[in-house]
């Protein structure tokens, strides 16, 4: 299980201070996909790193807890941090390339990770579970992949041996971040559908992030959406998408492009996200907002529960503008 409360991640820059996550908790069971949405800038990767115990040196984690199994993710040191990498929590990217050493073929890289992670001494030993790994993930002819160099491979196939190598540890928790975004929409659909599987086969507690709120339902039971860093909207993704409470939510459901809504009827969400230095004061999302009221400039909406989720906006507290 993953738990994830009141969770504050700030970055420290000559610039000043940046708070990237406010104020966000969830949970997600073994088994069970949690999906991040937001615009760009709005803490998605910020919110990953902190689960996965990977927070660049300039960010700190100033509230809250993330526990896995119990264990407070944020109160470990470097040691115990470098120990849980892998064997509780794995991170994979948008990026597979980045992931990789070039210098190092597919199989030196595995088996690195099955000596250190596994405490497998054995050269045998390591192969056969890089094996097993890059079988888990439906990598056809994983002999060859073994000996092959990173450049040698397409993306489609590096992000294969990306996921590979972050279930390789059997951790309880995988963290993707956009894994899809750089493949063609047919690569696209057999990662969502392999993560899948492995969630559900694994036991993995699976936290997806994209801007893309259309690929959600593909992976995810719940979906979480962000805005400048505050939790807007959170609930069971058929609910959220169906019917969003939040207007960002309902704004960004908008911009889902569908066959049925023809050209032009796509609509961008107006105005940018605020920057985060000089963020407005009350409902973080009022200056963009179709439904603003006179309260929502002056007044942060807190999280209430509602028809099975949790909403951050001002329509639904009940003592001022609860017409919904
Ligand atoms: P994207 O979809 O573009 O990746 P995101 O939703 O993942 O965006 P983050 O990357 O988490 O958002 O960024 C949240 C805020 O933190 C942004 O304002 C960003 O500029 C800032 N930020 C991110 N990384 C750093 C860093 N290493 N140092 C300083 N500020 C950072
Ligand atoms: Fe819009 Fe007000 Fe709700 Fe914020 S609190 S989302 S400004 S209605």
Same mark, same amino acid.
Do not use: W
């Given at each position: 299980?993953?738990?994830?409360?009141?969770?504050? $991640?700030?970055?420290? /820059?000559?610039?000043?201070?940046?708070?990237?996550?406010?104020?966000?908790?969830?949970?997600? #069971?073994?088994?069970?996909?949690?999906?991040?949405?937001?615009?760009?800038? #709005?803490?998605?990767?910020?919110?990953?790193? @902190?689960?996965?115990?990977?927070?660049?040196?300039? @960010?700190?984690?100033?509230?809250?807890?993330?526990?896995?199994?119990?264990?407070?993710?944020?109160?470990?040191?470097?040691?115990?941090?470098?120990?849980?990498?892998?064997?509780? =929590?794995?991170?994979?990217?948008?990026?597979?390339?980045?992931?990789?050493?070039?210098?190092?073929?597919?199989?030196?890289?595995?088996?690195?990770? @099955?000596?250190?992670?596994? %405490?497998?001494?054995?050269?045998?030993?390591?192969?056969?579970? @890089?094996?097993?790994?890059?079988?888990?993930? %439906?990598?056809?002819?994983?002999?060859?992949?073994?000996?092959?160099?990173?450049?040698?491979?397409?993306?489609?196939?590096?992000?294969?041996?990306?996921?590979?190598?972050?279930?390789?540890?059997?951790?309880?928790?995988? =963290?993707?971040?956009?894994? /899809? /975004?750089?493949?063609? $929409? /047919?690569?696209?659909?057999?990662?969502?559908?392999?993560?899948?599987?492995?969630?559900?086969?694994?036991?993995?507690?699976?936290?997806?992030?994209?801007?893309?709120?259309?690929?959600?339902?593909?992976?995810?039971? &719940?979906?979480? =959406?962000?805005?400048?860093?505050?939790?807007?909207?959170?609930?069971?993704?058929?609910?959220?998408?169906?019917?969003?409470?939040?207007?960002?939510?309902?704004?960004?459901?908008?911009?889902?492009?569908?066959?049925?809504?023809?050209?032009?009827?796509?609509?961008?969400?107006?105005? #940018?996200?605020? &920057?985060?230095?000089? !963020?407005?004061?009350?409902?973080?999302?009022?200056?963009?907002?179709?439904?603003?009221?006179?309260?929502?400039?002056?007044? &942060?909406?807190?999280? =209430?529960?509602?028809?099975?989720?949790?909403?951050?906006?001002? !329509?639904?507290?009940?003592?001022? %503008?609860?017409?919904?």
């Amino acid at each position: 299980m993953l738990e994830v409360r009141g969770l504050h $991640v700030s970055y420290y /820059t000559l610039g000043g201070v940046i708070r990237a996550v406010r104020g966000v908790s969830f949970r997600v #069971s073994p088994g069970k996909g949690l999906c991040i949405v937001g615009e760009s800038g #709005s803490g998605k990767t910020t919110l990953g790193l @902190a689960i996965a115990g990977a927070l660049p040196p300039n @960010a700190r984690a100033s509230r809250g807890s993330v526990r896995i199994d119990g264990a407070n993710i944020l109160e470990l040191g470097p040691e115990d941090l470098e120990r849980v990498r892998g064997s509780l =929590v794995s991170m994979v990217f948008q990026d597979p390339a980045a992931s990789f050493n070039p210098l190092f073929t597919i199989g030196q890289t595995l088996g690195d990770i @099955a000596r250190h992670k596994l %405490g497998l001494a054995e050269r045998s030993e390591a192969r056969e579970a @890089a094996l097993a790994a890059l079988r888990r993930v %439906g990598m056809p002819d994983p002999e060859r992949v073994l000996d092959a160099y990173p450049h040698e491979l397409s993306g489609g196939m590096l992000q294969r041996v990306a996921i590979a190598a972050a279930i390789l540890p059997r951790p309880k928790v995988l =963290v993707a971040d956009e894994p /899809t /975004t750089m493949l063609d $929409v /047919t690569l696209q659909y057999q990662i969502l559908k392999l993560l899948n599987r492995l969630k559900e086969t694994l036991g993995l507690a699976l936290v997806f992030i994209t801007h893309n709120l259309g690929i959600a339902a593909e992976v995810c039971e &719940d979906i979480l =959406v962000l805005y400048a860093g505050h939790m807007v909207e959170l609930g069971p993704t058929d609910k959220v998408l169906e019917e969003p409470l939040h207007p960002y939510t309902q704004a960004l459901i908008e911009c889902i492009p569908r066959i049925d809504r023809g050209p032009g009827r796509l609509k961008p969400i107006p105005g #940018s996200m605020p &920057d985060p230095r000089r !963020l407005p004061g009350g409902c973080v999302f009022h200056p963009r907002c179709p439904h603003v009221m006179d309260i929502c400039r002056e007044r &942060d909406p807190r999280p =209430v529960a509602l028809d099975k989720r949790v909403v951050s906006c001002l !329509l639904y507290n009940g003592e001022k %503008g609860g017409a919904r």
